[in-house]
């Protein structure tokens, strides 16, 4: 009898599961005390597949939550509306999905405690389990409106030949941080721009309005020079900048106007030529601001001289309508299309955000040829802080960290393409209905993903069709689903 003991007790240890209730005996003890058995439970198994369904509602009862149901393609045999998908039909290739990592959102990711900061850095940057998988992210090239305060990386008035010119400031918090999501995904894209050149480059020598004076023009394109280069001394690769945050807006601080006229200038003669003497790769992007006005990208393009530096434009929409983009790829078709802010904001309606963002971002920016969709701010704190004077006070994070950490609208918005839709994936056709908004991919494992945005207020029962063949799906009122198949 003691040797069986002892033969169950070294299975047990093996974690061997047909003698899991023999451990849980009487007979084999946990310290001094008899382990009591659990009444036995049915496990429950998933059903059949060949589609994953993952469901947001407004109600917020389904956050990205994969849905325990059976999809399985057939033959149709119903009158359901239907969504065709065909990858025959190939269109943009997608960057990613992401967020800003402003130097608020490093602040507050950084001051969490070890465990929790690698659990979050995790959910957020992997792509297992219910992890969400951002793969692309936007910085800012010293201040901006979402740090504590303004700065740039040479603070010191005159220094054309930029001598004092250091990532300290960045090297507490946003490098760190910067570096742990390397580790976890080290192909993840980063964006960066400034909010404002050093403020005694500008014609009213401050980090608030004004505008970069000509003859700093040669300076300043040494100043991204530096920048990317110190970087890539940090381990860090600054796959693409634009030259100024909303060049068009000058009430943010910090801000800079740059029309276009001057940016085209600018890239021209000095950052572009600089970039080139320098053997940096890092993508030049124009614009970076609203959708109401594409003739700022297009007139830079309209310069050959300039367009040859340019890799693309990239657009925001607190302003305008999102076919603009669409108008822009099919003047330049060679022209990439990129988007890249749009905020949530404190006080929201959680359905209504979600659709109105899914509708025009995820589905409307992509549709235009956008080769990855960014939200705002990843991080807030309770009291949407930090921000500088002047800067966002409304601004909501993906997702809010105090004492502990709430996970907010955009989150969802942009998990239900992130962990999906993977870099190097391409948009492929699908039918649009009338209530029904589709988005559709095929990543280069040969996977197919669809993000389908219900905007009736009613639910909606429809087939997707693939390759002649069809599966039923059924979403509620204002909710959004992903199939992964």
Not at 1 to 23: R, S
Not at 130 to 155: C, E, K
Not at 322 to 328: C, D, E, K, P
């Amino acid at each position: 009898m003691k040797n069986i003991i002892k033969y169950i007790a070294a299975l047990c240890l093996f974690g061997v599961v047909i003698v899991t209730y023999a451990c849980s005996k009487g007979g084999v003890k946990a310290g001094n005390t008899p382990v009591q058995p659990s009444p036995p439970t049915d496990p429950v198994v998933p059903p059949k597949t060949d589609v994953a369904m993952w469901l947001t509602t407004p109600d917020q009862l389904q956050l990205f939550k994969q849905q325990n149901i059976s999809l399985v393609f057939a033959g149709a045999s119903n009158n359901n509306a239907t969504i065709t998908v065909d990858d025959s039909r190939t269109y943009q290739t997608i960057d990613g999905f992401g967020f800003a990592l402003t130097g608020g959102s490093a602040t507050l990711i950084n001051s969490l405690n070890e465990t929790d900061k690698a659990a979050l850095l995790n959910e957020l940057f992997k792509t297992d389990g219910n992890n969400i998988g951002i793969s692309y992210l936007r910085i800012s090239l010293g201040a901006s409106d979402l740090s504590a305060n303004p700065f740039s990386y040479d603070d010191v008035s005159g220094d054309v030949e930029l001598k004092n010119f250091s990532l300290d400031k960045e090297k507490v918090d946003l490098i760190p941080i910067l570096k742990r999501i390397l580790a976890i995904n080290p192909g993840i894209k980063i964006l960066s721009c400034p909010w404002s050149a050093p403020a005694w480059m500008k014609d009213n020598n401050s980090f608030y309005g004004g505008s970069l004076k000509p003859e700093y023009y040669d300076v300043y394109a040494r100043y991204f020079v530096k920048y990317i280069q110190a970087m890539k001394a940090e381990g860090i690769t600054i796959d693409a900048i634009t030259p100024q945050n909303e060049p068009l807006n000058a009430y943010n601080n910090p801000s800079m106007l740059m029309v276009s006229a001057d940016q085209g200038k600018f890239v021209k003669n000095n950052l572009g030529p600089a970039f080139r003497a320098a053997s940096i790769a890092t993508k030049i992007i124009v614009y970076d601001h609203n959708a109401d006005h594409p003739e700022y990208a297009t007139d830079i393009f309209a310069d050959a001289a300039v367009a040859g530096f340019v890799d693309g434009a990239a657009f925001h929409l607190y302003g305008g309508n999102i076919n603009a983009l669409g108008m822009v790829h099919s003047q330049y078709p060679d022209k990439n299309i990129y988007f890249t802010e749009q905020a949530t904001f404190g006080g929201g309606n959680f359905g209504g955000d979600l659709a109105w963002h899914i509708s025009n971002l995820i589905i409307g920016a992509t549709r235009n040829w956008s080769r990855n969709v960014l939200e705002w701010n990843l991080a807030s704190d309770p009291n949407l802080k930090p921000h500088t004077d002047g800067g966002c006070t409304t601004c909501l994070g993906a997702v809010t960290i105090g004492n502990s950490v709430t996970r907010n609208v955009s989150y969802y918005i942009i998990a239900h393409a992130a962990k999906f839709v993977r870099p190097g994936a391409v948009r492929i056709a699908s039918d649009l209905l009338n209530t029904l908004q589709t988005v559709a991919f095929k990543n280069t494992d040969g996977s197919k993903v669809m993000v389908v945005l219900n905007t009736a207020t009613t639910s909606q029962t429809f087939n997707i069709s693939y390759n002649n063949k069809a599966v039923s799906t059924t979403i509620p009122a204002g909710a959004v689903a992903t199939y992964v198949w």
